[in-house]
T-cell receptor, first 114, second 112 residues
Framework: DSGVTQTPKHLITATGQRVTLRCSPR?????VYWYQQSLDQGLQFLIQ???????AKGNILERFSAQQFPDLHSELNLSSLELGDSALYFC?????????????FGAGTRLSVL | GNSVTQMEGPVTLSEEAFLTINCTYT??????LFWYVQYPGEGLQLLLK?????DKGSNKGFEATYRKETTSFHLEKGSVQVSDSAVYFC???????????FGKGTRLSVIA
């Protein structure tokens, strides 16, 4: 058990809808990362937060947004969903969010857009 | 930014065979290098890391040496087990202290 909790485990929705994925980091970790894993694109970094502030942005679509709350949990919001958004979404956390940090991953949320 | 290239899979080996998964990187400076493993139905977890040139990371019988001359961080294990079946990812920071960039992953299947 990595200590990172993601909910829900599975999500099935329709095109055009909006969903929210939730992540609780390991106790004591200040940085949260979101990744998208798909068969054709591999593991893509979406966005990183550190202590409530956005720290780095990767290949995140404008239809997607995220935030980290004062209790350090994070949410990833996906809107106007398309078939191509179907993927595994992982959250990871680390202590301070530097390049030397070990990232601890949650078990992921599998999103299916029908 | 930094980048990583790892060998394409899938790799299928018999139990007790020797494993090498190649990983080469392009980087400015000497970033930390990582191998992560993803077991079926799970998230990624750190397998090993190395923080400077000539460092050897090791864990669970796996080893990788940070080689700056060849810009490589190949993963090796002398005798694989069925339980090693997983996807292996090589990774390094995109630049400086930014988040990791991962290779495409190499799927390993070990058969008894």
């Amino acid at each position: 058990d990595s200590g990172v909790t993601q909910t829900p485990k599975h999500l099935i929705t329709a095109t055009g809808q909006r969903v929210t994925l939730r992540c609780s980091p390991r106790s004591g970790d200040l940085s949260v990362y979101w990744y998208q894993q798909s068969l054709d694109q591999g593991l893509q970094f979406l966005i990183q937060y550190y202590n409530g502030e956005e720290r780095a942005k990767g290949n995140i679509l404008e239809r997607f947004s995220a935030q980290q709350f004062p209790d350090l949990h994070s949410e990833l919001n996906l809107s106007s969903l398309e078939l191509g958004d179907s993927a595994l979404y992982f959250c990871a956390s680390s202590v301070v969010g530097t390049g030397r940090d070990i990232q601890y991953f949650g078990a992921g949320t599998r999103l299916s857009v029908l | 930014g930094n980048s990583v290239t790892q060998m394409e899979g899938p790799v299928t080996l018999s139990e007790e065979a020797f494993l090498t998964i190649n990983c080469t990187y392009t980087a400015t400076g000497y970033p930390s290098l990582f191998w992560y493993v993803q077991y079926p139905g799970e998230g990624l977890q750190l397998l090993l890391k190395a923080t400077k040139a000539d460092d050897k990371g090791s864990n669970k019988g796996f080893e990788a040496t940070y080689r700056k001359e060849t810009t490589s961080f190949h993963l090796e294990k002398g005798s694989v087990q069925v339980s090693d079946s997983a996807v292996y990812f090589c990774a390094l920071p995109y630049s400086g202290n930014t988040p990791l960039v991962f290779g495409k992953g190499t799927r390993l299947s070990v058969i008894a």
